[in-house]
């Protein structure tokens, strides 16, 4: 009897519309998501960032929404703040106005920036179920398709889809630029990368993408034909994340009179961890990492290099050999390793690591694809375990640059 009910409520789920099941899982992992951050302010200490009267509407503005708020109704600094030893400080020029200038507009009707962001997160977030979906379904199946956004939304990050931060918006257009070039929709995406551009950084992995795209379109031309109109598209697109890519460090040097505006601002994060304070030398943020961290943790910074060089290697490998991974097609791929290989580039690994990883989420489908039951289930549990100690960690504990999300 219990086995004929369970067949009978799995058919009955089936005959839903996709778009009204993947509501379901939405509004059931944010319903999650939010009991996760109750629990987290009645947690928070005396010590902590937020304090003994914390609550959700102080994380929804907590941390790095403060700058968007800022740059919402204070712009951008004409001149750049320096510390007591004449170095660029911490400053808004680090954050894209696209989701800051969106929150404002949004959050009009109800007097609140917060709201505002809020809700672009929220609508953003159920937007990229939908696309994510839309992504994967032909490639994994339907079935797996909808484990990968029930993974995506009740994942270890699903607090981002209630918090004020750019991350969300940007993984919505991601998806759906993905999901346009997949489908040679080249028309509709120069919008999405305009967009894209000044959201959050992230737009130079996409042209590295297209680049890569376009030379796997060029080697398949004799089976996959490649017609002008197509190279004419992927070179244009290229060139314009390329330029856009570089132009929001233009509009800083523009503005402040120092043509390194930039980059200084965001390497004056770097120096909350005693590094940075040279210049900016692409791949060379993983490298100090490597040894700082593991010289922090008592061991030899030489034995960073080597778990450095074991991480790119596996999961380079990860990217073209893994089974999984293969089921989600070469552009899915090439997608991956060119925003690992950018973060690689540019960014110094800490706390905020995992946030970073967010654009790869088309990789939830080659966490999707094994069909065991055992497995999903199993897999859905340590997501809500990683989704609690993220929100544990950075916002029931947070109160230093250690523990920034």
Known sequence: MAHSALIGAARRWARIPIAARIAVVYVVGRLITTGFLQL??????????????????SFVLGWDAQWYWLVAWGGYPSALPLTESGQVAENAWAFMPVYAYAAKVIGIPFGSWGAGALLISLVAGFFACLMLYRLLHQRIGSSAAMWAVTFFAWGPLAALFQVGYAEVLFVLLLLIALD?????????????VLVMAFTRPGILAFALYLGLYGILRWVRRRTDPLPARDVVHIVALGALATVTGFAWQVAAGLVTGDSGAYLATELSWRRNWGVGSEGFMPFDGWVQAAQFWFTQWGLPGWWGLIALILLVVGAGGALLF????????????????????????????????????????PLWGAVAVPRSRVYRYGMLLLCLLGQWLWIYHVYALGNTFWQVP
């Open 322 to 361: 893994a089974p999984p991974v293969r089921r989600l097609g070469v552009d899915l791929r090439l997608w991956s390793a060119s925003y690992l290989l950018y973060l690689l580039a540019v960014f110094f690994p800490q706390s905020s690591t995992f946030r970073l990883l967010m654009p790869l989420t």
């Open 40 to 57: 987290a302010a009645h947690l928070s200490g005396p010590g902590t960032r937020f304090g003994t009267d914390a609550n959700i509407g």
């Open 180 to 192: 346009l070039v997949a489908r040679r929709r080249f028309a509709w995406v120069y919008p999405v």
